[in-house]
């Protein structure tokens, strides 16, 4: 079965890190791509960042320079460091990847359940 | 960056009746673009990519069409399990933006 499962979300004051993990089963990560999307409470999805199978990185201007995007492919887990945080980056975050290698990126078919990521004081 | 625009925000239509959703694309995203549904408490599903092609699995009640800056995603017929917010995002160039969403609920 095609499974990610998000890990490492929690409460953390302003100015802290939190380093969240998407650990997948049934497809290997760094075959393709994989992308962490997040979503405030009660707002739209809003795309963070990606990792190409070929080491390649990009991130939302939002978060440019804070968080990082990894991963541990001994453990076939993706990694999103998080640093400087901030409340507005309050949200659940997700990991998705595609399950089929078409050789193009075509979006996410497959999603982790969230982890919830809260800054506050 | 290239901004999505969905409208309307929300769209009430009745069970068994068709659904239009509006994207628009700030700049030509050629046909990089998906469409998501979401349902309270869950994540995201995966309906269609490259603007047309439905993701596996997909009824075939669902069909996106469009290309360059206007995509527009149709769900005839339609059923319960339907009524969700609806997202579009590009993956033309970096970053990959999601438009705000259409709320489709029931009249």
């Known amino acids: 079965e095609v499974q990610l499962v998000e890990s490492g979300g929690g409460l953390v004051q302003p100015g802290g890190s939190l380093r969240l993990s998407c650990t997948a089963s049934?497809?290997?990560?760094?075959?393709?791509?994989m992308n962490w999307v997040r979503q405030a409470p009660g707002k739209g999805l809003e795309w963070v960042s990606v990792?190409?199978?070929?080491?390649?990185?990009h991130y939302a201007d939002s978060v440019k320079g804070r968080f990082t995007i990894s991963r541990d492919d001994s453990k076939n887990t993706v990694y999103l460091q998080m640093n400087s945080l901030r409340p507005d980056d309050t949200a659940v975050y997700y990991c998705?990847?595609?399950?089929?290698?078409?050789?193009?990126?075509?979006?996410?078919?497959?999603w982790g359940q969230g982890t919830t990521v809260t800054v506050s004081s | 960056e290239v901004v999505m625009t969905q409208s309307p925000a929300t769209l009430s239509v009745s069970p068994g009746e068709r659904a239009t959703l509006s994207c628009r694309a700030s700049?030509?995203?050629?046909?990089?673009l998906a469409w998501y549904q979401q349902k309270p408490g869950q994540a995201p599903r995966l309906l269609i990519y490259?603007?047309?092609t439905r993701a596996s699995g997909i009824p075939g009640r669902v069909s996106g069409s469009g290309s360059g800056t206007d995509f527009t995603l149709t769900i005839s017929s339609l059923q319960s399990e339907d009524f969700a917010v609806y997202y579009c995002?590009?993956?033309?160039?970096?970053?990959?933006?999601f438009g705000q969403g259409t709320k489709l609920e029931i009249k």
């Open positions: 998705g990847g595609p399950t089929t290698p078409r050789g193009f990126y075509y979006g996410m078919d497959v």
């Open positions: 049934g497809f290997t990560v760094s075959r393709d791509y």
């Open positions: 990792m190409y199978g070929g080491g390649a990185t």
């Open positions: 700049q030509s995203v050629a046909t990089n």
């Open positions: 490259d603007a047309s």
């Open positions: 995002q590009h993956y033309n160039t970096w970053p990959f933006l």
